[in-house]
């Protein structure tokens, strides 16, 4: 037993060394060199989930259900391993928008709505007020304990009268503390770093004396961890808490408690708090991503133990289990290690009550008191410059109303169920958040409704299937209902909804409350598209990784408004230095040097609701600042043009390097295309070329035979003849020269006149050869023809087939050796197709000229006898054989003479033509 | 990271934490026999936790560098 | 001493053209088909001049042109180009090569023989 003045005066030196930390904390925010501002402060903070119905209730839930406790602290082990997902967007979310609390996340996120927010209030302040309680209860039975004011079975016993009894003062001096501490100031991004060094203190605290306790009862009281799980196991009770059936429980049950401690570590306003409010840097998180999870761990490891000592030293059914950790080291006569826990206690009880407190004082101050003041048409109006004291006073105000409530629930429930049982019921809770957080969070559909009927009809199932049955098990309500259901209808039996058996009643609770919200927030949901203003928030919740990428939060505002309407309305609630401080930052951003030269755009609009969001939550500033400024309201349709604009100006920019990279590629081409344009340029320089050669060629002879002629009468007359003949030949050549040169010309720019008739090739292919005999017969060379009967009628021009033919058979009548020359010349037709090959015995073509005999001034053969000729008899050929769908080509190897061919495509029903005109003939 | 190998990771780590702390795999240990002297389901429990959070920290402190 | 002239062209026309001034004006003529041909012919005869035309089977005139200044022993032999391709690249190209004259096809008659004259009298 220790005298109460001792442990009074060291509770009171321990909240005066958590005000020197929180002190110390705050004076270095403000110094700029934070404390908290590293990993493992944050991560120590988060472990403020360790309250006392962890330091207390997990020996007592291990006293009676073995590894039970245990899903309380491997959910948010898992839940953590997913925060890189979950809770960075969250900060994030937070950060970008100034979000301070659940309920203003979630206003926020459907439309800013100011009823949502203030479900969300009711709703915390419901699920957790007991939960304040508790801790108020466990400080007040601990003290109690400490002091000897105890039954046999160490229940601790109240001072009878409310003002004697110190839990009162303990309420009081921590209301004090989390005002100080809490709202020492409004800040804009309602951070408290004194408060959260305070709380990672008290985390160390709770930890050193919980292991302390341990260690004493496992290697003190017992010889180690073998020696405790020994003796239970030689007691058939004991050894029934070793498995998950001995201690009663499910399978279904292990999962719904682990899932309720996973959302729980997110969703429990205190958890918001520490996790995302007081969040300084989002890479903490990843240390606390293992460093919490290994928290929860190392405070675990000898509740068992602890558990086991207890049962197994005074007997089961003697002590309460939840005072273990107090009277295992009392009862042995370690005061100061009792005392040791107590501290260790009262540490986890005042971490939990402040930082429940302080979100909640948010919650009521934000989304239930403003939303009421801002209904008063003359609070609107009023002409008061600053606000910030009033605001303040609500905090304040809220916080001690929070922790009076918590006082009289501890006062009025004393031992009651409904208190012992409340941190569950509290998990359960908060716990329906979770649809409209995270549904709001990764889905675009939800709408205020959805997310209102959701929180509604979760509440409501929470209540009736945990809250109320928790009242009647208190004794405050008749239990009559718990039994037959309400008005005796057995399948409203709260704790058999439906009939459903078989789940314990937390998983119960859970499985229907969990439904009807999903459900509801789902299914309201779709009944209609989100509004305007949900549709844009929807955008900048869900994207908010993605923001610069896509539409601006400012880009969903139209309107006017004024600076001198804008910085007094901020400076009301947040003082006016600290306005103009953030204005001008803001002026400087934008390299304005002076605030009035500011626009007021819709990014100042942006900027101001913003700033008032984080003081007086999103909803109220919304109706601020629309109070001052002339907006026009966005319907669906525009804030979806908004949203196509941004989708639009990054397919915009999409296209943008698609442009330059199909600039890119057109720059190619043209390029490619003007190396070709000069190809063909320098080609045609060439021809040119080619053709002023060819021409003076034959020019050069004429005048200088001509010039001979007329210079010298002397030269004898059959010189004058010679060279006349010469002259003349020459000429000839230079006609046939220009000729074809036009000719091609005319065929290649597609001038060329085409007279088309119907020819028999047998014939033309006849004529040609009459023609060219007299040529064969000077060069002593046989001509061989080879036509069949009748070949189908051709539609072509007849005198171009001519010329075809005529430059063929001259061009094998040059090349054939003199006097033995042998010229086969043969028709044939098949496959739609007729076809002419003429072969000489020539000296052939080698296979480099091959392809290029068909090029203009290309002649083939030794030049040196190259007989007479314009190098465009062949190419003119090609030419002609094409324009009519044809081909033309040479087949030779040198030495056994070439073989020129050409097909020709005859026109459909050209066969029956061919058979009509056979009959004629015949 | 968020997207990266390590979110990944995680999000592996997440599933097998939650297959191991869960029927069918919790039933293999929940039996009354002891490990080390120590009760079956009690070592197992802490030490897959253990596991886990050490996995964990690997992940995301190699993630750090 | 007769001058030797060796004529090199592959038009037939020209050759027997050239070859009447050239033999009117009382030169000693010989003649080249193609410009391996007048290489050969160059160096076994060692003409005081070539008339040479530049588009050749097998070795153009340029070639020929090239090959003959860079010999020192036929640092004697004069060549007076003759092309039917008047572009002054053509022009340039030819002087470059070391030809000592160019004229256009088609030439006067008189012109070409005040050349031939001139460039052979020059020492």
Redesign the interface.
């Known amino acids: 037993m220790l005298s109460g003045g001792l442990i009074v005066s060291v509770s009171f030196a321990y909240l005066l060394l958590l005000f020197a930390v929180a002190y110390f904390g705050d004076r270095r925010a403000d110094q700029g060199r934070s404390i908290i501002a590293n990993p493992w402060t944050y991560a120590l903070s988060l472990a403020v989930y360790c309250t006392a119905w962890t330091y207390f209730g997990s020996v007592g839930r291990a006293a009676s259900g073995g590894?039970w406790f245990?899903?309380i602290y491997?959910g948010p082990?898992?839940g953590?391993?997913?925060s890189?997902?979950v809770i960075?967007k969250m900060i994030r979310i937070a950060k970008t928008y100034r979000i301070t609390s659940i309920a203003d996340f979630i206003a926020s996120r459907y439309g800013k709505s100011h009823l949502l927010g203030g479900l969300v209030s009711i709703i915390a302040v419901v699920g957790t007020v007991p939960y304040i309680a508790l801790q108020l209860k466990a400080i007040s039975s601990g003290y109690a304990l400490l002091i000897g004011e105890h039954d046999a079975a160490y229940r601790s016993i109240h001072a009878g009268s409310w003002l004697q009894d110190s839990t009162l003062y303990i309420a009081l001096l921590l209301a004090v503390f989390t005002v100080l501490f809490g709202t020492r100031h409004l800040d804009a991004t309602e951070r408290h770093e004194g408060m959260v060094a305070a709380i990672a203190f008290e985390s160390v605290v709770k930890l050193v004396a919980f292991l302390a306790v341990g260690l004493f009862v496992t290697y003190g009281l017992f010889d180690g961890?073998?020696d405790i799980?020994?003796r239970a196991?030689a007691d058939a009770d004991l050894?029934g808490l070793?498995?998950?059936?001995?201690a009663g429980g499910s399978?279904?049950g292990?999962?719904a408690l682990?899932l309720l401690a996973m959302l729980s570590v997110i969703f429990l306003p205190r958890q918001f708090q520490v996790t995302v409010v007081e969040n300084v840097n989002e890479?903490h998180l990843?240390?606390a991503?293992?460093?919490f999870?290994?928290y929860l761990?190392a405070i675990n490891?000898f509740v068992?133990p602890i558990a086991l000592g207890g049962l197994l030293l005074f007997g089961q059914g003697a002590v309460d289990p939840d005072t273990f950790v107090l009277t295992l080291p009392l009862v042995h006569g370690q005061k100061w290690l009792a005392l040791l826990a107590f501290v260790g206690g009262l540490s986890a009880s005042t971490g939990m009550v402040i930082v429940e407190t302080i979100a909640l004082s948010t919650m009521v101050c934000n989304d239930l008191v403003m939303p009421l003041l801002l209904r008063l048409s003359r609070f609107k109006q009023a002409a008061s410059p600053d606000l910030t004291g009033l605001l303040l006073a609500i905090r304040r105000g809220a916080i001690l109303l929070v922790l009076l409530l918590g006082y009289v629930y501890f006062r009025l429930a004393g031992e009651a169920y409904a208190l012992v049982a409340i941190g569950l019921i509290s998990f359960a809770a908060v716990a329906q958040f979770a649809p409209a957080m995270l549904g709001g969070m990764y889905w675009r559909g939800g709408t205020r409704e959805g997310a209102l009927a959701g929180l509604a009809g979760g509440f409501l199932l929470w209540t009736y299937t945990l809250l109320l049955p928790s009242f009647a098990k208190s004794g405050w309500l008749d239990p009559a209902f718990l039994e037959h259901g309400l008005f005796g209808l057995a399948w409203l039996k709260p704790e058999q909804l439906f009939g459903l058996q078989g789940l314990d009643n937390i998983s119960h609770a859970l499985f229907w409350s969990m439904a009807a919200n999903i459900g509801c927030y789902v299914l309201v949901s779709v009944l209609r598209s989100p509004t305007g203003q949900e549709a844009s928030q929807a955008t900048l919740f869900v994207d908010v990784?993605r923001r610069g990428q896509t539409a601006m939060p400012a880009s969903f505002w139209r309107g006017s408004a004024e600076v001198s309407d804008l910085l007094p309305l901020v400076a009301r609630f947040l003082g006016t230095r600290r306005a103009m401080d953030a204005f001008n930052d803001y002026a400087r951003t934008r390299g304005v040097a002076h605030v009035q030269e500011l626009k007021a755009d819709a990014g100042l609009v942006h900027f101001a609701e913003t700033l008032l969001a984080g003081a007086i939550g999103s909803a109220s500033a919304r109706v601020m600042v629309s109070s001052v400024v002339q907006e026009e309201p966005l319907g669906l349709d525009e804030v979806m043009n908004i949203l196509d604009e941004a989708s639009q100006v990054r397919a915009y920019s999409h296209q943008l390097e698609e442009k330059s990279r199909a600039l890119q590629a057109a720059t190619d081409e043209l390029r490619r295309a003007n190396e070709q344009l000069k190809e063909l340029d320098r080609l045609k320089d060439d021809f040119m070329?080619s053709v002023?050669?060819?021409l003076?060629?034959?020019?050069?002879?004429?005048?200088?035979?001509s010039?001979?002629l007329h210079?010298?009468p002397r030269i004898d007359l059959a010189e004058r003849t010679r060279f006349l003949g010469?002259i003349v030949s020459?000429t000839a050549r230079l006609t046939r020269l220009v000729n074809q040169v036009l000719d091609m010309a005319k065929i290649e720019s597609g001038h060329a006149e085409w007279h088309n008739t119907d020819i028999d090739m047998r014939q033309l292919v006849e004529h040609a050869v009459g023609t060219t005999a007299q040529l064969f017969r000077d060069r002593g060379a046989a001509v061989e023809l080879s036509l069949p009967d009748a070949v189908p009628l051709l539609r072509a021009d007849h005198d171009r087939m001519v010329q075809v033919m005529l430059n063929l058979l001259s061009n094998a009548a040059k090349f054939v050796p003199a006097g033995e020359g042998r010229v086969k010349v043969a028709l044939t037709h098949g496959g739609g197709e007729l076809r002419v090959d003429v072969a000489d015995n020539g000296p052939g073509i080698p296979p480099e000229s091959a392809a290029v005999i068909f090029e203009k001034f290309r002649q083939g053969g030794?030049?040196?006898s190259?007989p007479q000729g314009t190098g465009l008899g062949l190419p003119i050929s090609k030419q002609i054989v094409e324009h009519f769908g044809g081909r033309l080509w040479v087949t030779s190897s040198p030495g056994e003479g070439a073989t020129f061919s050409f097909v020709l495509p005859l026109a459909e029903g050209a066969a029956e033509s061919a058979a009509a005109a056979h009959n004629e003939i015949e | 990271?968020?997207r990266g190998l390590?979110?990944q990771r995680?999000?592996a780590?997440?599933l097998a934490?939650?297959l191991l702390?869960?029927?069918p795999v919790?039933?293999l240990f929940?039996?009354?026999e002891?490990a080390?002297?120590?009760?079956?389901?009690?070592v197992y429990?802490?030490a897959a936790?253990?596991v886990?959070?050490?996995l964990?920290?690997w992940v995301?402190?190699r993630?750090?560098r | 001493m007769t001058k030797k002239i060796l004529i090199v062209d592959?038009?037939q026309?020209?050759v027997?053209?050239?070859e009447?001034?050239m033999k009117?004006e009382g030169y000693e003529v010989s003649i080249a088909?193609?410009g391996e041909e007048a290489v050969a012919r160059i160096r076994r005869e060692e003409p005081d001049l070539v008339l040479l035309d530049v588009?050749?089977?097998r070795k153009s005139g340029f070639e020929v042109c090239q090959e003959i200044k860079s010999d020192p022993a036929l640092k004697a032999v004069r060549i007076l180009m003759l092309t039917?391709?008047?572009?002054d690249t053509e022009v340039a190209k030819g002087l470059a090569m070391g030809a000592d004259a160019y004229m256009?096809?088609?030439?006067?008659?008189?012109e070409l023989v005040e050349k031939v004259r001139a460039m052979l009298s020059e020492r």
């Open positions: 590894v245990l899903p491997l082990t898992l953590f391993a997913l890189w997902l960075l961890f073998g799980f020994a196991y050894a070793f498995t998950l059936d001995g399978y279904g292990w999962f682990t890479q990843r240390r991503t293992w460093l999870p290994a761990l490891v068992l990784f070329s002023t050669h060819e003076r060629t034959p020019l050069t002879s004429i005048r200088a035979f010039e001979m210079d010298d010469i020459e030794d030049q040196r190259r | 990271m968020r390590a979110g995680l999000v780590a997440f934490g939650t702390f869960n029927y919790l039933s929940d039996r009354l002891t080390f002297g120590l009760p079956l389901l009690y429990v802490f936790w253990a886990l959070i050490a964990i920290a995301v402190e993630g750090a | 592959d038009e026309n020209i027997i053209s050239l009447f001034l009117r088909g193609d588009m050749m089977p039917a391709k008047g572009r256009t096809k088609p030439f006067s008659t008189k």
